[in-house]
Nanobody, 113 residues
């Protein structure tokens, strides 16, 4: 089992930055493939960024060059979000892959114009 807790969401103005953190705990060892997803009102959940065990990353086209996913340590995964836009407004979810997918409860990010 894997438990995921997100933090760092909030309200910002366009152009500002936010740093989201995902803390993982549970009965696993080593690094897990981790991802950040988001879901805006009335829209489907979409992938924002992903990082593999080996450290390879991939991003949604809409966030390339603005967002960075990284590992702070073996348990914490960070999503650094710069140059935020109103269209980035969504609930952001942390995701881990350990035999199956696990999800956090989500953290709200609101970007005003």
């Amino acid at each position: 089992q894997v438990q995921l807790v997100e933090s760092g969401g909030g309200w910002v103005q366009a152009g500002e930055s936010l740093r989201l953190s995902c803390a993982a705990s549970g009965s696993f060892f080593g690094l897990l493939p981790m991802g950040w997803y988001r879901q805006a009102p009335g829209k489907q959940r979409e992938l924002v960024a992903r990082i593999t065990r080996g450290g390879s990353t991939n991003y949604a086209d809409s966030v390339k060059g603005r967002f960075t996913i990284s590992r702070e340590n073996t348990k914490n995964t960070i999503l650094q979000m710069n140059s935020l836009k109103p269209e980035d407004t969504a609930v952001y979810y942390c995701n881990a892959d350990f035999h199956r997918e696990f999800w956090g409860q989500g953290t709200q990010v609101t970007v005003s114009s």
